[in-house]
């Protein structure tokens, strides 16, 4: 299902045509609106949350690109994958646990270079976890399978925690939470690559911010916005891409 802007955007609302692939009565529903500059794709609503909302299409949503076998990825997308590894690897650690693991492309570069490293993940799409348990083996565990849940994992208890594209899809009311269990989790670093760009509201499924101002009070925290002929920058028109780096 498509829906086209027919006119441009006014405060938080805009004019657009409707195309249903299906017949109108199998799509009829509430929807919410992922804004694509150019056109909106819409994703069905239960209606509760957002963030309900956010967890059900990730739960459903069959083929995306992050949960396919890693031979299988774009070779722009492994680029990145092992420079982020790197980053993660300077620490040294023992032990590292990514929110929105997906297939475990990054957990397995991390692995390649560090083999001892015991890998932990949330990830909510069934087909993504197994596909992650069969590439990294035994030295894979997964803690939750949502990132509204970390509460069961504990303090101090993994060197390094990082995300990847994840919290680009998570609407700015879940942040705090978010954050406070990162923050709780990590022993050594926290590392964010993510979507950098002013927020705004007229989009239900990425969430540009600046990370630096989201750990403000970390005044010595790194923070690179990348430019946009960067190779780490591919795969976005519209913003840039970002890496925090918070030591403990």
Same mark, same amino acid.
Not at 43 to 58: K, N
Not at 60 to 81: A, C, F, W
Not at 195 to 215: A, C, K, V
């Given at each position: 299902?498509?829906?086209?802007?027919?006119?441009?955007?006014?405060?938080?609302? $805009?004019?657009? $045509?409707?195309? /249903?692939?299906?017949? /109108? @009565?199998?799509?009829?529903?509430?929807?919410?609106?992922?804004?694509?500059? #150019? %056109?909106?794709?819409? /994703?069905?609503?239960?209606?509760?949350?957002?963030?309900?909302?956010?967890?059900?299409?990730?739960? *459903?949503? $069959?083929?995306?690109?992050?949960?396919?076998?890693?031979? +299988?990825?774009? @070779? @722009?997308?492994? %680029?990145?994958? %092992?420079?982020?590894?790197?980053?993660?690897?300077?620490?040294? !650690?023992?032990?590292?646990?990514?929110?929105?693991?997906? $297939?475990?492309? *990054?957990?397995?570069?991390?692995?390649?270079?560090? !083999?001892?490293?015991?890998?932990?993940?949330?990830?909510? *799409?069934?087909?993504?976890?197994?596909?992650?348990?069969?590439?990294?083996?035994? #030295?894979?565990?997964?803690?939750?399978?949502?990132?509204?849940?970390?509460? @069961?994992?504990?303090?101090?208890?993994?060197?390094?925690? /990082?995300?990847?594209?994840?919290?680009?899809?998570?609407?700015?009311?879940?942040?705090?939470?978010?954050?406070?269990?990162?923050?709780?989790?990590? %022993?050594?670093?926290?590392?964010?690559?993510? +979507?950098?760009?002013?927020?705004?509201?007229?989009?239900?499924?990425?969430?540009?911010?600046?990370?630096?101002?989201?750990?403000?009070?970390?005044?010595?925290?790194?923070?690179?916005?990348?430019?946009?002929?960067?190779?780490?920058?591919?795969?976005?028109?519209?913003?840039?891409?970002?890496?925090?780096?918070?030591?403990?």
């Amino acid at each position: 299902m498509v829906a086209k802007r027919t006119r441009g955007i006014e405060g938080n609302t $805009s004019a657009y $045509s409707t195309v /249903f692939k299906r017949g /109108f @009565d199998a799509a009829a529903g509430k929807y919410r609106v992922i804004n694509y500059a #150019t %056109k909106f794709l819409l /994703f069905r609503s239960t209606g509760e949350s957002i963030a309900l909302d956010r967890e059900v299409f990730w739960q *459903n949503i $069959s083929g995306y690109h992050e949960h396919l076998p890693i031979d +299988l990825q774009r @070779d @722009d997308i492994t %680029k990145r994958t %092992k420079w982020l590894a790197e980053r993660i690897n300077a620490f040294n !650690p023992q032990s590292v646990l990514e929110l929105g693991c997906g $297939s475990g492309r *990054n957990l397995y570069f991390i692995q390649q270079e560090n !083999p001892d490293c015991a890998l932990f993940g949330v990830e909510i *799409n069934a087909d993504a976890i197994r596909t992650a348990e069969e590439k990294l083996g035994s #030295t894979f565990r997964l803690l939750s399978n949502s990132i509204y849940a970390l509460e @069961d994992i504990a303090s101090n208890s993994i060197d390094v925690v /990082f995300t990847s594209g994840a919290l680009m899809h998570i609407a700015s009311d879940k942040l705090a939470y978010i954050k406070g269990h990162i923050e709780r989790i990590a %022993k050594k670093a926290i590392l964010h690559y993510e +979507l950098h760009g002013p927020e705004h509201i007229f989009d239900f499924h990425r969430y540009p911010r600046d990370y630096r101002q989201m750990y403000h009070e970390v005044p010595d925290a790194h923070y690179e916005v990348f430019d946009e002929t960067d190779f780490r920058n591919a795969g976005t028109e519209s913003f840039h891409h970002a890496l925090l780096v918070v030591e403990r």
